[in-house]
C-alpha cells in the first residue's frame, strides 16, 4: 500500500503525471537520436561537396580548364528520416 502523504490531490494523479515524464523523457531521447543521426548525414553532405569545390578550385588555380561534371550528388531526404508531405492549398469557401 503506497505511503500516506499530505497532498491535496489523489495519488492516481501524481502517478499519472509521474508515468507522462517518463514517456516524456523517453521521447526527447528518441527525438535526440534522430536529431543527432540526421546532423551526421548533414555534415557527410556538406564535406563531400567542399571537397568538390576544393578539387575544382585546385583546378583553376593550377591553370588547367574546370571539368564540367555533375556536382556532388546529394540526395533530398535523408535515410531515416520522412520526407515532408506536400501541403494542400487552401479553397475559398463561400
Do not use: C, H, W
Request: aromatic residues 6%.
Amino acid at each position: 500500500m503506497p505511503a500516506q502523504t499530505k497532498n491535496k490531490l489523489p495519488a492516481p494523479l501524481y502517478a499519472a503525471a509521474g508515468a507522462s515524464d517518463i514517456v516524456y523523457q523517453q521521447l526527447r531521447k528518441v527525438e535526440f537520436d534522430k536529431l543527432s543521426e540526421f546532423a551526421q548525414i548533414a555534415q557527410e553532405r556538406a564535406m563531400a561537396v567542399y571537397r568538390d569545390l576544393v578539387a575544382r578550385g585546385e583546378r583553376i588555380v593550377n591553370g588547367k580548364p574546370a571539368v564540367r561534371t555533375a556536382p556532388t550528388p546529394v540526395d533530398s531526404t535523408p535515410a531515416g528520416v520522412d520526407a515532408a508531405r506536400p501541403v494542400k492549398k487552401a479553397t475559398a469557401t463561400k
